[in-house]
């Protein structure tokens, strides 16, 4: 036995209360709260998050920083190379680059987010109204998405912008006529699954009402689901847009945006190669940050990434 | 299982009929002729009701509907009107080649590298290989594959000159469409099949393989491999849907006489048959790759069939 | 006595996102051959990673800091991955606790009983298929030919878990791992299992590790019982011992807590408080804080093994000749 320095002292019974045993020794975080740690520990989502924030103030406020408007034509000015008056160069009109670059890029984004949020809308109210009322409800409204499903997406909105006269408006409604279906049939998933969840089925034969069954099971639990589809569905809204300026049916000169840019920058590759690096470069740190994002927004919030 | 693919093919049947529909109408209601205003306006009135009435124009458009319906049957889509007398159907023929030579390599290239690099990210997991791979991945989903391809046009092509820049001439003319479709697929495949091994290698069975004292090569190859290959089959149809677009502006960049560039042309031409029938003809090549690749999903893996009887 | 398998002081770390587990602080177990060892405690206590320690199956995370493995005799702590092939799956071998995930889905069940002898032995392929036959029968399979090439999902857990015993012991091990090998399985069955691996253990000789944190079970198989708590065994006895002489508060509490049928009104027994997080252990005892008879000693100074009998040992303060004056000899 050792002895030495411990004391017979020591040997009295130690009190505790029961509270204390109970105690969990490490801090209990809600859901959300322990997501946004686990996305601020993730350096790529924190760098993609601060460099979309930087783009989105460029974008907003980049084309005041220069004397030149992005439509403005100056004839004894064209094809410039960047210098230190038009920092991004000039095109075949001579208008300013570096206007026509964060004024395109204000655009794609506009079109991207209202996109993404239309889909949002209603993606979300179908699948949670084909959920929650079940039955035939469901069936006919599932019926419908199954033939939606089958029409491939990108195909219906080049036809869709032939009818329409390009503008913003037109490829915002082209895009999500077709876009919410993937919205819709995850919130009905995950809604589905909640449903038969014994948390739910706990509160339900506890007598809760079914508003706050909705208010405080379903919403708080489906939300993940939400926002992580949506950071997706913003990058594809914006490259369908560039997709279809590039192939010349969605918005025309002189309206800017990253897709017509690229396009009349494609026009002149072999000879003023920057008209097309620069935009391209934009859409891709943009594409690059949303995915990046994304990816650490799904594995930070989604439980099943858990382990 | 017979009973799900009948039902498949009925939905198959539908969407299509509804495809159809929306599109004919769609093109109808489009303003103005497929023909150029300018020359039209120079013809005489009866010449003007003679050559509409060649295109089957004169007619109320329900009626023009049911014959289209019923000519599509027999295989007749209609003649093209920026290809003037050309009927559809062969023009879609005549395209169809260099698509499927491109879509192929691109399949096949993306495929074997996605795969390659996928599984190496896999089993070293965390080290440079890893996150190389990781680099790849993201680049090539975020990139649009429309930048990639004039980007390769440009340094590959245009400056370097290891390839040619554009146009149909020889085989090395594939080369580089090819490439720039297969960026996506490398992308996708790698990603997916990174995730999906890094989970297998985490299961209980590959800890029981390791308990038998089976060897590390035959561990990934029997245990690991086998089990992280077969679901890449759930993002076949989603690889497909991005050739199928990608080939639009990849074969206009390098002119390739491809249906993809096709689609392009006619849409900007308004040739309402052309763009009517390759409209169906995408939808339907479409619908049948989902539907095989669903029943493909189905005898490749016994447990999906019974998780899918239980829902 | 001439031990089979020794393990002396073993100590495991894990890395993980939130700091260094300590998730094995300094084990030390004797198996003999023949013998049924069982290792009790709760989740966490550090008993699985024990024994993937022993057969080199930790994850790339983790790894042994200390102690000694000894096999035959044969110090292995430090073996290759490539040195344990020669000895997993032929001398020791490992059962493993959910029997949904521990066979290869896209393999069928002979192949997978058929790759361990190919591994092993010189037989050809027919003589496998006639050994994994006669395994599937000898482990109670009906129909093992049948068997023999259906896949993993269309067996139900029982029987999958038979199919592992039976890839366990296909090439004869002298150790048998067996790691809650009835936790996932449904009642009815749990005692079908236990009944065939104690059956099969009279038939072949063959010693057996068996994690459990049920104590429940351990008293029908095993005639050893080492309790696990917090990284550390805290008390070790013959079965007899455990079950009647025990000694330390946390295998009293774990005894004390098996329901009782004759015993319906009364409350059941919990054990309040929950297990240390063993990134930042407790320096003294593990349990101090949940004891119901802990002292201050106990929560400063970790407390020496104390010999009851040649094979009764544990690791508690009320041992000490000091306690007892302070509690006026109350111990049982």
């Known amino acids: 036995m050792q002895s030495g320095p411990i004391s017979d002292e020591l040997f009295r019974p130690s009190v505790k209360n029961k509270e204390e045993l109970e105690h969990i020794s490490r801090p209990n975080l809600t859901a959300f709260q322990d997501g946004w740690l686990r996305l601020s520990k993730n350096k790529g989502s924190v760098c993609s998050l601060i460099l979309l924030i930087l783009l989105v103030i460029l974008a907003l406020a980049g084309p005041h920083l220069t004397q030149f408007t992005y439509y403005g034509t100056d004839y004894n000015a064209t094809y410039q190379a960047p210098s230190m008056l038009h920092w991004f160069g000039t095109d075949k009109f001579g208008r300013d680059q570096w206007a026509r670059v964060w004024y395109g890029t204000r655009i794609s984004l506009l079109i991207a987010v209202v996109a993404a949020a239309l889909d949002l809308i209603v993606g979300v109210s179908y699948g949670a109204v084909s959920a929650l009322f079940g039955g035939k409800v469901d069936a006919v409204m599932q019926r419908f998405i199954e033939i939606l499903v089958g029409i491939p997406n990108l195909i219906f909105v080049i036809l869709l912008m032939m009818l329409m006269p390009a503008s913003v408006w037109t490829l915002i409604l082209a895009m999500s006529i077709s876009g919410w279906v993937n919205m819709a049939r995850l919130v009905r998933a995950e809604i589905l699954k909640l449903k038969n969840q014994e948390f739910v089925l706990a509160a339900r034969v506890l007598g809760t009402s079914d508003r706050d069954i909705i208010r405080k099971h379903m919403i708080p639990n489906t939300i993940g689901v939400i926002v992580i589809n949506t950071m997706f569905t913003i990058p594809s809204a914006i490259f369908t847009e560039a997709f279809l300026s590039f192939i010349g049916i969605g918005l025309q000169e002189p309206k800017a945006s990253l897709g017509v840019l690229i396009n009349s920058g494609f026009q002149v590759i072999n000879s003023h190669v920057y008209l097309l690096l620069i935009p391209a470069a934009v859409i891709v740190l943009i594409m690059v940050c949303f995915s990046i994002l994304g990816d650490g927004m799904r594995d930070a919030f989604d439980p099943r990434m858990r382990n | ?311 | 006595m001439n031990q089979l398998l020794e393990v002396d002081n073993l100590k495991i770390n894990l890395e993980t996102q939130s700091g260094t587990v300590q998730a094995v602080r300094g084990v030390s177990l004797k198996l003999a051959p023949k013998q049924i060892l069982a290792v009790v405690g709760e989740s966490g206590s550090g008993k699985s990673m024990t024994v993937k320690g022993i057969l080199k199956l930790l994850p790339k995370t983790g790894g042994i800091v200390g102690g000694k493995i000894l096999f035959e005799g044969k110090d292995i702590t430090d073996y290759s991955v490539k040195q344990m092939r020669s000895i997993n799956g032929s001398e020791m071998s490992m059962i493993f606790q959910d029997p949904m995930t521990s066979l290869n889905p896209t393999m069928t069940i002979g192949k997978q009983i058929s790759e361990v002898l190919r591994e092993h032995t010189k037989m050809n392929a027919k003589q496998r298929r006639a050994r994994a036959v006669e395994l599937l029968n000898l482990v109670g399979i009906s129909y093992p030919e049948k068997r023999y090439s259906q896949y993993p999902h269309q067996l139900s857990g029982g029987m999958r878990q038979r199919v592992v015993i039976a890839i366990a012991l296909a090439c004869n091990p002298k150790v048998l791992i067996a790691d809650e090998p009835t936790t996932a399985l449904d009642v009815t069955i749990q005692a079908q299992i236990l009944d065939l691996m104690r059956s099969l253990q009279e038939k072949f000789g063959t010693a057996i590790i068996l994690i459990t944190h049920n104590l429940g079970v351990v008293a029908n198989i095993a005639q050893n019982v080492s309790v696990m708590y917090g990284g550390m065994i805290v008390e070790s006895g013959t079965v007899e011992e455990i079950f009647y002489d025990a000694k330390h508060p946390y295998t009293l509490g774990l005894l004390a807590s098996i329901p009782n049928v004759d015993e319906k009104d009364k409350e059941l027994n919990i054990i309040p408080g929950t297990p240390p997080d063993l990134i930042d252990p407790p320096k003294g005892c593990p349990f101090s804080s949940r004891c119901p008879r802990a002292m201050e000693v106990c929560h400063q100074y970790a407390p020496e093994k104390t010999m009851v009998s040649g094979t009764h040992w544990l690791s508690c303060w009320l041992m000490d000749p000091r306690a007892d004056k302070q509690h006026g000899g109350d111990r049982a």
């Open chain 2, 1 to 311: 299982m017979n009973r799900y693919i009948l039902k498949r093919l009925v939905y198959l049947a539908v969407t299509l009929l509804v495809i159809t529909t929306l599109t004919f109408f769609l093109m109808h209601s489009l303003p103005g002729t497929p023909f150029d205003e300018d020359k039209i306006s120079r013809l005489s009135a009866a010449q003007q009701q003679q050559i509409y009435a060649s295109y089957g124009l004169d007619k109320p458009l329900y009626i023009q509907f049911f014959r289209y319906l019923t000519n599509m049957f027999k295989g007749d889509f209609g003649t093209s009107t920026l290809y003037l007398g050309m009927p559809v159907s062969r023009i879609v023929l005549n395209r169809i080649l260099p698509s499927a030579l491109i879509g192929f390599q691109a399949v096949l290239f993306g495929v074997v590298i996605g795969l390659v690099l996928g599984i190496i990210a896999a089993y070293r997991h965390n080290t440079s290989m890893d996150y190389m791979t990781m680099i790849i991945s993201v680049l090539g989903i975020s990139i649009p594959n429309f930048v990639v391809a004039a980007l390769l046009q440009y340094f590959l092509g245009f400056k370097l000159g290891w390839f040619p820049v554009a146009y149909w001439e020889s085989y090395a003319n594939s080369i580089l469409p090819s490439l720039a479709l297969s960026f996506g697929v490398i992308a996708q495949i790698a990603r997916f099949i990174r995730t999906e091994m890094l989970s297998v290698l985490q299961q209980d069975y590959i800890l029981m393989a390791q308990s038998k004292g089976l060897s590390p090569a035959k561990i990934l190859v029997k245990h690991a491999l086998r089990n992280s290959i077969l679901p890449v089959v759930t993002i076949l149809g989603s690889i497909v849907v991005n050739l199928l677009t990608g080939s639009l502006a990849v074969e206009s960049i390098y002119s390739v006489p491809g249906i993809g560039s096709l689609f392009v042309d006619t849409i900007k031409a308004n040739d309402y048959s052309t763009i009517l029938g390759l409209t169906v003809f995408y939808s339907a090549f479409y619908v049948v790759v989902i539907l095989i690749i669903d029943i493909l999903y189905c005898l490749i893996d016994p447990r999906i069939r019974l998780a899918s009887a239980k829902e």
